[in-house]
């Protein structure tokens, strides 16, 4: 099978089992393997019949820079899972460096490697949906976007079940034309940074990404897995966010896009203030076609 390669992407990330590393950050480094079909982009030279290894590498520093885990064997998890949110992905290998590894004797790098297919995902995926305990029990939007509840353990809502959702109904806006208008369109892929820190914070990630789905012309194709980070430059006291990070494809323009997002924000109950507060639900464009 065809294969992309990422080599030493690297960001710092509180991450290890002692209590000074969930404090301070150290430098990790990360590299992917993805196993996919080129042979379509090789023939169109189009970058929509492959992967954006781009955004992929976003992904990847958003994932070192979120949420703590003790071991490394947790983040090259959790790397390999959100890449293969991307559909077209049919095997990763991911490898997370910790080259400043608390170590008493002089060593060069230590180093986790995990393989990770889409069948062994969703086996993962299935074990979870039939836990009897319910930690992992599913929720599915009223869109097309399947989106699964989050964990107790890892909070990673993007398994598909069979649970209907009570969301906020999503609606496209007036400014908007019918899909039957976009056909022509070219079709653009886009990257999308969901936050917020107030409220069932979960709940409403869920959700939003279900409406990202529902905007018109407008699929999602690969959700990260949710991740915590603190309230930089907030007063002291101020909750930390929960986030995730969502890549589609859209025949929206990057303006149609964004309005879409803010009406989306609006039906979650975000009011803009202040640029540094608390808020519902945060949605950023990073990346629109590598730019």
């Given amino acids: ?113 995990v393989e990770r297919s889409r069948e062994t995902v969703s086996r993962q995926s299935q074990s979870r949906a039939q836990d009897p305990d319910g930690a992992s029990a599913g929720v599915r939007g009223e869109g097309r976007c399947h989106c699964a509840g989050h964990s107790a353990d890892d909070e990673d809502f993007r398994n598909p079940a069979d649970r209907a959702d009570q969301g906020v109904v999503c609606g496209a806006g007036d400014d908007y034309a019918a899909d039957t208008a976009n056909i022509a369109r070219p079709v653009h892929h886009a990257v999308i940074a969901l936050g917020g820190n107030q409220g069932d914070v979960a709940a409403t990630l869920r959700d939003a990404v279900r409406c990202i789905d529902g905007l018109p012309s407008t699929q999602v194709t690969g959700v990260s897995p949710l991740y915590r980070t603190d309230a930089w430059g907030m007063p002291a006291g101020t909750a930390e966010f929960l986030n995730a990070v969502v890549s589609v494809n859209t025949k929206l323009s990057a303006e149609e896009l964004l309005r879409g997002l803010q009406r989306i924000e609006a039906e979650h109950g975000r009011v803009r203030t202040d640029h540094w507060t608390s808020r519902t639900l945060d949605l950023d464009i990073i990346d629109f076609d590598g730019m």
Avoid: C, W
């Fill in 1 to 113: 099978m065809d294969q992309i390669r990422l080599t030493g992407i690297r960001a710092a990330g509180r991450h290890g089992v002692l209590d000074f590393e969930h404090e301070r950050a150290q430098t990790f480094v990360v590299d992917a393997t993805l196993s996919l079909d080129l042979s379509v982009a090789g023939r169109t030279d189009d970058l929509h019949d492959t992967v954006d290894y781009g955004a992929i590498a976003k992904g990847i520093v958003a994932i070192i820079e979120g949420e703590h885990v003790d071991l490394i064997e947790k983040l090259a998890d959790r790397i390999a899972t959100m890449i293969l949110g991307y559909s077209a992905v049919a095997r990763v290998q991911v490898t997370v460096h910790k080259p400043n590894a608390p170590i008493v004797v002089p060593f060069d790098d230590v180093s986790v490697t």
